[in-house]
Every structure is written in structure tokens, then in C-alpha cells.
């Protein structure tokens, strides 16, 4: 069965201090990855799309990087502003256009 | 461009009004969707509209009806709706038509109330 897991649940960062969002997927076979930042009762924003393992994409104090197994948002120096929920989601190779999305990960940055 | 527009924003009805959410997208996008989503879930599909056929309905109860009159536009016909079915209902486009990469672009999403 296809599955996306995202860890932590929630994450509490000072800012400056950096850290990593993990997005594990079990899928038979995958076509994209998919990260979303959603503020509350706002639409998900999207932020990277990965194809294959190995590939990397980077915006601003973000970086996303994707692996056979997982992917890694890895934030940077964060500032307040960052704080919101991210959310990871796959589309399978034998599911057409549909997204499986994982539960999110709560970050908030404290000044 | 990537915005998707959704009207309207906030709405609160009760359980023997009808009601529409409208969605609208100008990037060319062949695919549709309708997500659900409550507090500190994630999405949930409803439905998915490809090249303006219904592809995809996730069970969805027959009070939820949803309408796609062009490519552009995605509506969600709501009738007798129940308590339960307050929440953020998100809309979204891609440019997979019947399967290829599609990043989804969201719209800021409908908050509906059920009285």
C-alpha cells in the first residue's frame, strides 16, 4: 500500500537554529515529490517538486533533497516568518494524477 | 502565473440550503481538484477533473456535486449538508492531463460552516 509518513509531527526551532523535516514514502514506483508550506486557513504553497533520487532543489533558506526512500527539507538559519506547516506529497507512478499527501510537520520559529 | 481563485472565501450555511463554491484557473491546467481539509489533517481528495471529465471520485457523499463547465472553471454544488462537513475546502490545478507530472497549484481555499 502506497504511504507517505512526515517527522516530526511538530518542531520547535530558535531562529537561526537550523534543522531537517523528513518525508518517508513507500510507493511502487514514483514520479514526483512534492513539498507544500500551508499557513493556517490558507491554501498549501508550493515550494519543490523532485523527480529522481539524488536531486536537489534549494529556495531561499530551503533546501530539498530526495532520496529512494525519504526526501529532506532542510531549513536554514530560520527566521518567524518560517513557521507554518509543511507538507509532503508523492504521485505514484500507477495512480494517475492523484497526490498522496503525508500528515505535515507544525514548525514554529521563536524569536 | 500560478494563482488559482477561489470565491468565496468564507461561507456559512445550513443544512437545507444549496450553495456553490466556484474555482477558477487561467494557466492552461487540464486537471481539476477538489480537496477537503479539516483542522491539522492534510487534503483529503474529493474529486479530480481531467480535460473536463470527472476521473476520480473519492466516494464522495451525493450532497457534494461537483460541475466543470470548461477548462477554466470547477465548481462544488453543496446541498444538505451536515455539522460534519465544516471545513476548508481547497481547490487545485496541474497540467497532468490523464497522468503525467503535474505539480498542483492550490487556491486560498473556501471556509464553510454548516449550521
Known amino acids: 500500500e502506497d504511504q507517505v509518513t512526515q517527522s516530526p509531527e511538530a518542531l520547535r526551532l530558535q531562529e537561526g537554529e537550523s534543522s531537517s523535516l523528513n518525508c518517508s514514502y513507500t510507493?511502487?514506483?514514483?514520479?514526483?515529490l512534492f513539498w507544500y508550506r500551508q499557513d493556517p486557513g490558507k491554501g498549501p504553497e508550493f515550494l519543490f517538486t523532485?523527480?529522481?533520487a539524488g536531486e536537489e532543489k534549494e529556495k531561499e533558506r530551503l533546501k530539498a533533497t530526495l532520496t529512494k526512500k525519504e526526501s529532506f527539507l532542510h531549513i536554514t538559519a530560520p527566521k518567524p516568518e518560517d513557521s507554518a506547516t509543511y507538507l509532503c506529497?508523492?504521485?505514484?507512478?500507477?495512480?494517475?494524477?492523484?497526490?498522496?499527501f503525508g500528515t505535515g510537520t507544525s514548525l514554529t520559529v521563536i524569536p | 502565473d500560478t494563482e488559482v481563485t477561489q470565491t468565496p472565501k468564507h461561507l456559512v450555511m445550513g443544512m437545507t440550503n444549496k450553495k456553490s463554491l466556484k474555482c477558477e484557473q487561467h494557466?492552461?491546467?487540464?486537471?481539476m481538484y477538489w480537496y477537503k481539509q479539516k483542522a491539522k489533517k492534510p487534503p483529503e481528495l474529493m474529486f479530480v477533473?481531467?480535460?473536463?471529465?470527472?476521473?476520480i471520485n473519492e466516494s464522495v457523499p451525493s450532497r457534494f456535486s461537483p460541475e466543470c463547465p470548461n477548462s477554466s472553471l470547477l465548481n462544488l454544488h453543496l446541498h444538505a449538508l451536515q455539522p460534519e462537513d465544516s471545513a476548508l475546502y481547497l481547490c487545485?490545478?496541474?497540467?497532468?492531463?490523464?497522468?503525467?507530472?503535474?505539480?498542483?497549484?492550490f487556491g486560498p481555499g473556501t471556509r464553510l460552516t454548516v449550521l
Open positions: 506529497a508523492v504521485q505514484a507512478l500507477d495512480t494517475g494524477n492523484q497526490f498522496y
Open positions: 477533473y481531467s480535460y473536463e471529465k470527472l476521473s
Open positions: 487545485a490545478s496541474s497540467n497532468s492531463g490523464t497522468g503525467g507530472i503535474g505539480t498542483q497549484y
Open positions: 494557466m492552461g491546467h487540464r486537471a
Open positions: 510507493v511502487s514506483g514514483l514520479r514526483g
Open positions: 523532485l523527480y529522481s
